[in-house]
């Protein structure tokens, strides 16, 4: 069987999930559903980014012991994704003995490529990175409106240089494919410009992997992470389980860590000759009502507090049905309730209780469920077009609703019983091939449409929410 590796970021465990992790998470859940779905032999990867001074910060301010702080968050995150129905295959944490084994591993590969200097630079905590001047607005960091620290250390760093003219080339021959395509050229405008070597140690932070090469330094907080898709699946650890998964057939992210992935991990994997990713994918970044979320604004949105108000599935639809999967948006929360109410009680769930009740009320019963195919979303989401994939499951819910209106089977049931047994078998057939469509958005809808097609029991799916 052919295998199929997809990862999401490992998210920093500074604070509890958002909707932003969430976000990328579903997504990823799609893909990897999909993927088992289509017969692949699918290994879904996430977990979370659990060493570097923001993380260290956050604990003493929290005043709670470092290691007891990241325990409790990576807790949140994981029960985050079991409520929000995540599929993940493995859950790594980089605070593992495994990943601490596979990087002492994996730099032995790169270890040719490695030399000291000293580097003085700004630092923004926030970002885990060194920015460059240019970077900077008002001398603040973009992201994190906060000045980034003045630094100088002794560290160690890779030769970014020596790789990065195979690098291009793999990019512009869609080797590495990066999309959208947006993304590929903004990756590629990079390297008009320089691209320094990057550090790979930090002196002065205490949280971490001991640099195997500098016992009093610790391992850049970044690129141990981008190291977590490797141990992850074995690394240093099980070579042959390891060969099995790796490369990542996608690595899924959003545009602001899309460097990281596209430049710095791909350089790495070149240096320790492995293979390298097939597709990076980096989605849009979204604002709240205009705004970026953040816990000063007091706009964060907590994926429970959707689960449960809509429930998982209403939770997981109402997040990708925003805007399409590749662009910037914006979520305004009051939206919700709206599209809730619109797509999934009024469209979706009325279909599903008009067409059961109908059939039950003009005793038309043993329908044939249809045999499983997806060609609803087949060429969406062999594109990563998620949201272009979910238009197309409402489109089919909107007319499925539109040939009842049109139709009225209650008038044919007096005029033509034949017709009305034929219009009601179509539209059994329709609801069966939109449940197994929307399989991978909605695993538990999709079960329950196909439950009451089949007990012809109207349960409300998804009862109408007033407030
Ligand atoms: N720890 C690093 C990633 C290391 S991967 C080896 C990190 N963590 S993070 O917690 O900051 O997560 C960033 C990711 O969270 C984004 O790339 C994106 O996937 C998701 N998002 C966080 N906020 C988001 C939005 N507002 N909008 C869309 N995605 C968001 O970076």
Redesign the pocket.
Known sequence: MKKFYVT?????VNDKP?I??A??TVAADVIARYQRLKGREVYFLTGT?EHGSKIERSAKKAGIEVGKFVEKIAKEFKSTWDLLDISYDDYIRTTESRHQKGVEAFFEKVKKDLYEDEYQGMYCEGC?RFLVEKELENGLCPDHKKPPQKLCEKNYFFNLQKYLPRLKKLIESDEILVLPKQCKQEILGLFKQKLPDFSVSREKVKWGIKFPYAKNQVVYV?VE??Q??ITAPGFGRDEKKFSSIWPADIH??????LK??AIFWPAMLLSANLHLPKTIFA?????IDGQ??SKTLGNIIDPKELVEKYGVDATRYLLLSQFPFGQDGDIKKEGFVIRYNADLANELGNLVSRVVVMAKKFNISNIKAPSKNLNLIDKELGNFDIYGALRRVTSAVKKANKTVDTEKPWQLAKSDPRKLETVIKKLYRELYYIAYNLEPFMPSTAKKIQENLKSLDSKAIFPRITK
Do not use: Q, R, S, V
């Open positions: 999401t970021p490992l998210y920093y958002h932003g992790h976000y990328t980014d885990e970044w992470a981008l977590n898709y899924f992210m959003a545009k602001d860590i990281f992935h989605h849009g970044f979204f604002t970026k979320m």
